[in-house]
């Protein structure tokens, strides 16, 4: 019998948020110094990144791709949701009823990085 080797797999949580284009510097700032650092801390939150949804707008409102990767699917279960939390905690502390958003949590099967010669 041979044994198996079970690894798992990341999970991502996306939250797909739109806010006035009047409020995406400050909010886009507060991202970065404040709401990510605080919510990723490499247990339960182990990276984040935003993106910018490149999409012809009918509104003044940017769309953004917030994600956040969680090591596996077990830790966002257990933790995931509460980490989530301090994360619209903080966004409603500055921008209450400014944004709208939709989440999507996804399991990552295959990432391929190749480092940049440059």
Not at 25 to 38: G, N
Not at 54 to 70: G, H, N, R
Not at 72 to 83: D, V, Y
Not at 100 to 113: A, D, P, Q, R
Request: aromatic fraction near 10%; hydrophobic fraction near 45%.
């Amino acid at each position: 019998m041979s044994e198996k080797t079970i690894t798992a797999n990341p999970l991502l949580y996306n939250i797909t948020l739109k806010i006035d284009q009047d409020l995406a510097e400050q909010w886009l700032h507060s991202m970065k110094a404040e709401f990510l650092p605080a919510c990723t801390d490499g247990q339960v939150i182990v990276a984040s990144q935003i993106n910018q949804v490149l999409v012809a707008q009918e509104d003044k409102d940017l769309t953004y791709a917030i994600q956040f990767i969680f090591a596996t699917k077990e830790i966002f279960e257990e933790q995931g949701l509460s980490a989530l939390a301090k994360f619209l905690e903080l966004l409603d502390a500055k921008f209450l009823r400014k944004y709208v958003y939709f989440t999507t949590k996804m399991e990552i099967l295959h990432s391929l990085v190749v480092p940049s010669e440059n």
